[in-house]
């Protein structure tokens, strides 16, 4: 092995070049600082190698009067400078992951792109001979000529200097740029990629990106806004409008309590007056679900308290029927009993109120009556490992109490009006035989019985205790 290095210097130099190209593809990407190492060493014995054949990078090749071996020793001297120019890129690299991570890789590039034309114009005057002021004044007028040429995609570039250094942005925010919005998945020299919430993929130029108005939906962290707008009849009075709609946010458990959502009204006209409900959830996946979930139930109360959302035909609206007969309408379980059924089902339900914080039905009491949530909000709460936790909420249409009508049984629940609510009582004894006789609603209310019981199962469970690893360095820390 000593006799090769010894006897043909410069091929070794040749196969170290290879050999480098080679490991820096077979080493993985998880081996990083394998492959930094590897560079590293193989440039150090590269180097050696050529000084100890008196080529020295900084000088042209000796052998003038050999041409094969003169272009070869030309060309390994062209070849250390741009190994070297590599090396130190890939330094500095490793250096601005570990300091900056990724949001720095523009600026690596850039630096990359700079260490690089130094290594070419240092071998063109070393190495060659070239005059390198004449090199320098010919480049000039050259990048005069390509900087004309290329005037939007050098926007571009210095534009996402100025996204990398004041950073409106980072990997995995989610944000909006000029009305186009998505979670960022790249930044590079040219542009930043976002994925949208339909999955495609939306690529903005980072001059359009610098000019245009940008919202960051991930700051700060863990708190995501979410709105809904609906419009009313001017007539109805905005103090109903506005309890209901804070009925409505109070019956969303995704809402965040800081800061606390609120109410207001957008516009008012002779055509409609527009309300908002806007809150802040904890995470971006929570956006589409929390904003239908309001809607729903800002239509709910809303109805429940005598306002209905605005239409096109306003002005012909029905005539309007008792509120347990429009519960009944709007019912689930209820909506397929036939009108002189409702009519009669109607006339037998009772109204009763509930205070805020007071018990409708508390967990394991069997029920001899049915609810129907008029107005208000109740909250739904179970134990697990004796500590109770707000497992859901309830509002207008939803019932109480199916388990005792069904099967003389109880939910390990207890429903606790966290709002004023009002809701109508169904007796049992009247109930009773209106199931037997109709089999589609007993159906139905034992399709709402098994699920409520399988959820309070299911939520209740005791969570597997998950054993303690043990190992040595667990013992040495008991030991400490």
Known sequence: MLSLLTEHPLFCAFILILLDLGLWRLISSHGSEWKLLVRVLIFAVFSLLLFNEGLNPMEPAPWADNVPLHLAATGLQIGWWLFGARTLTVLIGAVMMQRVGHTGRLLQD???????LIAIIAALAYVLDLPVKGVLATSGALAI?????????????????????????????????????????????????????????????????????????????????????VQVSPNARPHSVIDALERAMQGCRQLLDTPAPSVALKSSGSSGAEYEISGFVASMSEKRLVRNQL?????????????????????????????PRAL???????????????????QN??????????????????????????????????????????????????VIGEAGILADTSLPADFTAKTFCALYRIEKSYLKPCLDARHDINDAMTALFDYRLHKAQSLTEEAPVVAPKRGFLQWLRSRA
Request: aromatic letters at 8%; charged letters at 20%.
């Open 328 to 346: 009944l309408d709007s019912s689930p379980i209820f909506s397929t009993l036939r009108q002189e059924e409702k009519d009669t089902f109607s």
């Open 295 to 323: 809607f729903d139930l800002a239509y709910r109360h809303l109805q429940a308290s005598g306002v209905n959302l605005l239409s096109s035909n306003e002005g012909d609206a029905p005539t309007h029927s008792s509120r």
């Open 110 to 116: 850039l630096l990359g792109a700079v260490i690089f």
């Open 145 to 229: 000529i390509v900087g004309l040429a290329l005037q939007s995609t050098l926007s571009d570039v210095f534009s996402g200097i100025v996204l990398n250094t004041t950073k409106p942005y980072q990997l995995d925010d989610w944000i909006s740029i000029d009305g186009t919005e998505g979670r960022v998945t790249d930044i590079d020299w040219r542009a930043t990629r976002l994925q949208t919430s339909q999955g495609s993929m939306a690529v903005i130029p980072n001059s359009l990106a610098a000019k245009a108005k940008i919202i960051n939906f991930s700051r700060p962290s863990n708190m995501f806004g979410v709105s809904v707008s």
């Open 349 to 398: 339900m009772v109204l009763q109120t509930f205070r805020a914080g007071e018990v409708i039905l508390a967990g394991g009491e069997v029920s001899d009556h049915l609810f129907i949530v008029e107005s208000g909000v109740v909250s739904v709460t179970l134990k697990r490992n004796g500590t109770p936790f707000e497992s859901g909420r309830m509002g207008p249409g939803e």
